[in-house]
């Protein structure tokens, strides 16, 4: 999942535990312009949802982007499952 202008993560994080609970292997890059809030993010993260991987990049939007790795093809199934 990529989350830009992520901020703290206490809203996203209620997204991402619902898709842990539903056994979903979640890669989660946020973004945002602040190394700071990002450390803040991971930090919260990691602690709350210890099995989520986490790839913080700051920086802002044009160089954060070129940062990613190549996406999917193929989107994954939506969370419900339908």
Known sequence: ML???AGDGTKTAHLLEAGL???RQIDYTPLDISE?????NTEYLQKKLPQLH???IAGDYFQT???LPPTRK?????LSGQ
């Open 3 to 5: 989350e830009l202008g």
């Open 21 to 23: 609970r539903a056994g």
């Open 36 to 40: 700071d809030i990002l450390r803040i």
């Open 54 to 56: 986490i790839r913080a």
């Open 65 to 67: 982007l070129r940062q």
């Open 74 to 78: 193929t989107p994954p199934p939506p």
